[in-house]
C-alpha cells in the first residue's frame, strides 16, 4: 500500500486526518506541483523541453511522477530558478551529464544569468499559445503563492549579490 500509517495533518474541514503517502509513492501532477511550488502548466511545459522528464501516463492523460523525476524536476527548479540557467543551460548540463544532473553545478555566468532574465521577461510578456489555453489556478491559490515566490526570488537575488560582492573581494 502507498500510504504511511501516521496521519498527515487535519485537514481543516471535518477535522479528519489524512495520510500521507509513502516516500516511493508515485504521486499526481498537482501533488508535484504543491510540493515543489511550481505552477502545473510549467511542469507540463518542462516536460517538452527536458525529455528526461516523464512520468506514466494513465488513462485520460492523468500524470503520476516516480520520485526520480521529482528529484529531477525539483534540481531543474533550482538551476532555473535559484542557480539562474537558462532552459537552454539546463539542458546543455543535461546532455553532458548523459541525462543526469550533478549536485556540484556551479552558479551560472553572468551572461547565463542575463539571458535567463531575458528568457523570463519574454515568458513573462508573451505566453506561448499553449499555455493560455491551460485553466488557471483557483484565484485563491494563486494569490497566497505568486507573492511568496517573488518575495523569495527577490531575497535570493539580493543575497546572491552580496555573495558575489564578498566573492570579488577575495584575493
Known amino acids: 500500500m502507498n500510504l504511511d500509517t501516521a496521519p498527515a495533518n487535519d485537514d481543516g474541514e471535518n477535522g479528519r486526518l489524512r495520510l500521507r503517502k509513502a516516500a516511493g509513492a508515485f504521486r499526481t501532477i498537482s501533488e508535484v506541483a504543491d510540493e515543489l511550488h511550481i505552477p502545473q502548466h510549467v511542469l507540463r511545459f518542462w516536460e517538452t523541453k527536458f525529455p528526461q522528464v516523464k512520468p506514466l501516463k494513465r488513462g485520460g492523460g492523468r500524470r503520476y511522477y516516480r ?18 540557467y537558462t532552459i537552454k543551460g539546463v539542458q546543455r548540463l543535461l546532455r ?5 544532473l550533478a549536485d556540484d553545478i556551479p552558479p551560472a555566468t ?12 519574454m515568458a513573462l510578456a508573451v505566453p506561448p499559445a499553449e499555455l493560455t489555453l491551460t485553466i488557471p489556478e483557483p ?17 535570493l537575488r539580493h543575497a546572491l549579490a552580496e555573495l558575489e560582492a564578498i566573492r570579488a573581494l577575495l584575493p
Open 67 to 84: 520520485p526520480d523525476d521529482i528529484s529531477l524536476l525539483r534540481r531543474i527548479s533550482d538551476l532555473l530558478y535559484i542557480q539562474g
Open 96 to 100: 553532458e551529464g548523459g541525462g543526469r
Open 110 to 121: 553572468p551572461d547565463e544569468r542575463a539571458a535567463a532574465e531575458a528568457e523570463r521577461d
Open 139 to 155: 484565484p485563491s491559490t494563486a494569490i497566497r503563492r505568486v507573492p511568496e515566490v517573488e518575495r523569495l526570488r527577490a531575497a
